[in-house]
């Protein structure tokens, strides 16, 4: 089943300890991308990847990393997490980046720093 | 502020009544998408306009994109409770997706 995998799924944890998110996806896909999503603010992206080793910053890139080491992972890294990064994070996923294609998002990874 | 505009922000409604979002930029966008989203689970799309004027059909479903590109409509007609989500609308920039805020619909039986 074609799926990207996001875990932990729920995570509770302290300000400053380092946590990272990992992502999986089995479809072979080039472009990963990693959101977090707020209420009234929708979804804003944090990081892209358009291939392996290509990595770029979206629109929210303060307080985090990502790694593109190879094509199926793509982990979110949260060095010295704050209470402001308290967030529901979606991985997604699409073959490449343009309008004929389709992205699909993992299930989410709700996050709370306490 | 936001790139992508949508309104209304929640709409409840009775079942069989048709309904109207908006999604309003002042940048172009090569594309838009619109997505729906459930309650514990990530958004899943359900189209993508390309060109200007352009109109796409899902069933109960209706999608516009502006002549100019700036902004998309979603029309349901006699929604159901099933449409019961929230409704995204994201728009081609650069190498990135930019999402509206949302709209989160009720449709009561």
């Known amino acids: 089943e074609a799926q990207v995998t996001q875990n932990p799924r729920y995570l509770i944890t302290v300000t400053g300890k380092k946590l990272t998110v990992t992502c999986s996806q089995n479809m072979n896909h080039e472009y990963m991308s990693w959101y977090r999503q707020d209420p009234g603010l929708g979804l804003r992206q944090i990081y892209y990847s358009m291939n392996v080793e290509v990595t770029d910053k979206g629109d929210v890139p303060e307080g985090y990393k990502v790694s593109r080491k190879e094509k199926r992972n793509f982990p979110l890294i949260l060095e010295s997490p704050s209470p402001n990064q308290t967030s529901l994070y979606f991985c997604a996923s699409s073959l490449s980046w343009g309008a004929g294609n389709t992205i699909y998002f993992g299930e989410g990874s709700w996050l709370t720093v306490v | 502020t936001q790139l992508l505009e949508q309104s209304p922000q929640f709409l409840s409604i009775q079942e069989g009544e048709n309904l109207t979002v908006y999604c309003n930029s002042s940048?172009?966008?090569?594309?838009l998408q619109w997505y729906r989203q459930e309650p514990g689970e990530g958004p899943v799309l359900l189209v993508t306009v390309v060109t200007g004027g352009e109109v796409k059909k899902l069933k109960r479903l209706t999608f516009q994109f502006g002549d100019a590109r700036k902004d998309s409509s979603l029309h349901i007609t006699a929604a159901q409770p099933g449409d019961t989500g929230l409704y995204l609308c994201a728009g081609d920039y650069g190498n990135k997706l930019v999402f509206g805020a949302g709209t989160i619909l009720r449709v009561k039986s």
């Open positions: 940048s172009v966008f090569s594309s």
